[in-house]
């Protein structure tokens, strides 16, 4: 049987191998070569050493957007994960209709994310037209407009992760804590939230890299608007290289930086509470 699977290892691997080297590898590293380089297409690309990062770091809108951003990130990152894990809790108790519950709210997550920007912004619009604005009159407006979508999107999937994690608790460790005289929240914060690192592992990953790299709902809501003032990297980027003449290689500088800042800080994300899973 192993040596069966050692045969057709490579028949089996070698179409999602080439796939992966055509689709992700081959244009991640000439998208490197090109933020080293002035051009308005691959084929005309000229060495400029680092000419398009000083650009990129001398832009205030990209700065702004990545401030923007970062503040965004923890806002989110933290609601969402707190707001599901409470949902999650709840949903665990046995309460009647719990499979009805969990149904309504993971199905914002299959909404794609222009249809749901541009839904919540009819939405967000309605509620405001009572104070006479809209979501683009203020950056705050906008800024709440993102977290509230944000969170609307991804509480249900997180909740569903969640709810795993609280599932897969041994019973005899509950039983052995209610024996014991723990309370709830003695139970909740003793038992329960230790033994669900691995949940708040995915959970805050997925939630971290997600709000970092938000650009459908960002387009779509606000589109950055008023001025440039709600625009989030993401989409920095897109307009930094399609909008902006002559700024190919800059916006391509913006979008390397980009990949190294969101993979480090989600792997220092992973490293740390990886750690607690190890120590609980």
């Not at 590293?29 to 400029?48: E, K, N, Q």
């Amino acid at each position: 049987m192993q040596k069966s699977y050692r045969r057709y290892f490579p028949v089996f691997a070698l179409p999602t191998c080439v796939a992966f080297l055509i689709a992700f590898l081959a244009p991640f590293l000439m998208g490197i070569v090109l933020s080293f380089c002035r051009f308005t297409t691959v084929v005309d690309a000229r060495f400029v050493g680092l000419e398009n990062y000083l650009r990129a770091f001398g832009d205030g809108e990209f700065l702004h957007a990545f401030g923007f951003t970062a503040l965004f990130t923890v806002v989110a990152v933290v609601t969402i994960n707190v707001l599901a894990f409470a949902l999650a809790y709840i949903l665990t108790r046995g309460i009647r209709g719990t499979n009805l519950f969990r149904t309504v709210f993971f199905m914002p997550n299959l909404i794609g994310g222009i249809v749901l920007g541009y839904i919540w912004q009819l939405l967000l619009n309605g509620v405001l037209a009572r104070i006479g604005v809209t979501i683009t009159a203020d950056p705050k407006y906008g800024f709440m407009g993102l977290v509230i979508l944000m969170n609307w999107q991804m509480i249900g999937y997180m909740m569903i992760i969640y709810i795993a994690g609280i599932q897969n608790i041994p019973g005899d460790v509950m039983e052995a804590a209610r024996i014991d005289g723990a309370s709830r929240a003695q139970t909740l914060f003793r038992i329960t939230i230790p033994m669900v690192m691995p949940s708040v592992t995915i959970c805050l990953f997925l939630t971290l890299t997600n709000s970092f790299k938000l650009f459908d709902q960002n387009l779509a809501l606000t589109a950055g608007a008023p001025g440039k003032s709600t625009e989030m990297l993401a989409l920095n980027i897109y307009s930094t290289f399609y909008g902006r003449n002559g700024w190919e290689g800059a916006g391509q500088a913006k979008a390397v930086v980009f990949f190294l800042v969101v993979a480090l800080i989600s792997l220092t994300q992973l490293y740390l509470t990886r750690m607690r899973e190890v120590e609980n």
